[in-house]
């Protein structure tokens, strides 16, 4: 089982940035990398994802405040959000697809203080 490896979330005010990294542990060739996440009751969301050749996609609530990169060489996927809001609280997951399956991140906390 491989699991993804997440970091960069934390506490911060509204208003502020983070930077969320997620590394694929091992050579892979991967296709759509993806975040998600998931705040307390709801269900979990689309943030951003990203194709190989570089194609980005955002849910209606990020949209002009998160941009969502990669760098191939390297297998990671980075999700830099701005403007944070108190509604961006959630666990953020990665979730990375190749053509055979897909991968999954244990998850990252990003807390939004109003």
């Known amino acids: 089982q491989v699991r993804l490896v997440e970091s960069g979330g934390g506490l911060v005010q509204a208003g502020g940035s983070l930077r969320l990294s997620c590394a694929v542990p091992?050579?892979?060739?991967?296709?759509?990398m993806v975040w998600y996440r998931q705040a307390p009751g709801k269900p979990r969301e689309l943030v951003a994802d990203?194709?190989?050749?570089?194609?980005?996609n955002f849910g209606d609530s990020v949209k002009g405040r998160f941009t969502i990169s990669r760098d191939n060489a390297k297998n990671t996927i980075y999700l830099q959000m701005n403007s944070l809001e108190p509604e961006d609280t959630a666990v953020y997951y990665c979730?990375?697809?190749?053509?055979?399956?897909?991968?999954w991140g244990q998850g990252t906390q990003v807390t939004v203080s109003s």
């Open positions: 979730n990375v697809q190749t053509f055979a399956s897909n991968y």
């Open positions: 091992i050579s892979i060739f991967i296709n759509d």
């Open positions: 990203i194709t190989r050749s570089g194609t980005t």
